[in-house]
């Protein structure tokens, strides 16, 4: 069979390399794809030129299954217009996808259904949303409303940095169009998980827990990137946690979802603050794969992709459960120079060959193009050097020597990817 992925970052190519791994799939493209995705003999890029011509060219190459990787695709419609062509597609319509594309429609939902979150208030004038901050007793994050590329939030520091991003996000100088209308939030305190699950409008199947690790710099400091690094899986998960998470936020959502006439068919993915006693609140709903997390996520899944996908395009995820390695694996990011406000591009890449020979490493591509011979950067996150081992210790040993195998000018990484965990376990 043929499948077919939409996407060109990491977690496309992770998504990409797990599903040509099946015994059923002859080819898998993927629309547009990137360098690391044409290297591999496995895989072909297509050009993503409309959802229309996507359609045409499923029919024309009898594409039999197609998983949909970023948010902007599921946002503009592209499960409704595949399923209205009669084609097999894995991802929420545009309607479900809302719980994504709109910050306040996510916080009204999680309202009206009893998912735990932080107090909130929504706004398009600035005057109200600076009388709402002034009027908190503690620190809040501010939330472009619409799609920004994982970089429409500020953690602020205090009520001034809140201010003054309320000011830039209105303007529409910050987020562009997604910052017309701004959430406000109180700030949550305790550890970020990143729970995933594959939903079939009715059942829900949970992949293995991960973290991400948002920030650009070591110790967690610095701007608010889309994630420079994940591990998986997240102690801080303890069977205890996962069962609140899917008890109180992961099958309301669906529940309440399918109760709204929205029955949501996709990846569903809760960043869940768990504080000190153990308690989930959210954060935010993706409706698709985090990235990075997808890529440890799948070099640790067992199963065979393209069957669970079937089930949940079927709506028989309950007759089916996941198989995990039950290694560790972690994800390093390699950005750009200037991610994440202007990342540079065109700079050549070097050591790809010799940081895949790593015994149990798989380098992802996110920002690359092919030029001849040469790979180039052409995004902000470049790669994602991905190692699996009996720890995440060792998992994150063989991630760094891989990572020291490449080189491009102005690359920028975290060298403490996997600390919340080594801390946990000592």
């Known amino acids: 069979m043929k499948v077919l992925v939409v996407g060109s970052g990491g977690r496309e190519h992770a998504l990409a390399w797990k599903l040509a791994k099946s015994p059923r799939v002859a080819k898998v493209y993927v629309a547009p ?38 948010e902007g695709p599921l946002a503009e419609g592209i499960v409704d217009a595949f399923r209205a ?36 208030g929504s706004f398009d004038d600035a005057h109200e949303a600076h009388r709402w901050i002034d009027a908190r007793t503690g620190p809040v994050v501010v939330k472009a409303d619409g799609l920004a590329a994982g970089k429409g939030v500020v953690v602020a520091a205090d009520a001034a940095e809140a201010h003054a991003a309320v000011d830039a996000m209105l303007s529409g100088s910050a987020a562009g169009s997604a910052g017309a209308r701004v959430v406000v939030e109180d700030r949550l305190d305790g550890e970020e998980a990143s729970f995933i699950v594959m939903a079939d409008g009715v059942h829900v ?39 609140r998470i899917m008890r109180e936020v992961i099958q309301p959502a669906v529940a309440g979802m399918a109760a709204e006439r929205m029955p949501y068919t996709g990846f569903l993915y809760a960043g869940v603050m768990i504080d000190a006693a153990g308690n989930p609140r959210v954060l935010e709903f993706n409706c698709r794969l985090g990235d990075p997390e997808t890529q440890p996520i799948v070099v640790r899944l067992a199963s065979d992709l393209v069957t669970l996908v079937e089930h949940a395009t079927a709506g028989t995820l309950d007759a089916i459960e996941a198989e995990w390695d039950r290694r560790a694996a972690l994800t390093v990011v390699l ?53 699996i081992g009996d720890s995440i210790r060792q998992a994150q040993r063989a ?15 975290r060298s403490d990817i996997g600390h919340r965990a080594l801390a946990r376990r000592g």
């Open 335 to 387: 950005a750009a120079a200037g991610y994440p406000g202007a990342p540079r591009k065109g700079d050549v890449i070097s050591g790809l060959d010799a940081a895949a020979a790593h015994p149990d490493v798989v380098v992802f591509h996110a920002g690359t193009v092919q030029d001849g011979a040469l790979v180039r950067t052409s995004g902000g996150r470049v790669l994602g050097v991905t190692a």
């Open 399 to 413: 991630a760094y020597a891989a990572v020291a195998s490449i080189h491009f000018d102005g690359m920028q990484y």
């Open 205 to 243: 199947l949970p992949l293995a827990s991960s973290q991400d690790h948002k920030r650009l710099g070591d110790a967690d400091l610095g701007p608010n990137t889309g994630g420079m690094g994940a591990y998986s899986p997240a102690p801080v998960v303890t069977p205890a946690v996962h069962a």
């Open 85 to 120: 062509a009669g084609l097999a597609i894995f991802g929420p319509t545009q309607a479900a996808a809302r719980l994504e594309s709109s910050k306040q429609f996510a916080k009204a939902f999680m309202q009206r259904h009893g998912i735990p979150t932080a107090p909130w």
């Open 33 to 70: 794809g990137n360098a690391g995705t044409a290297l591999d003999p496995a895989l072909a890029n297509v050009a993503f030129e409309s959802v229309p011509a996507l359609v045409e060219f499923a029919h024309r190459e009898s594409i039999r299954l197609t998983v949909v990787g970023p």
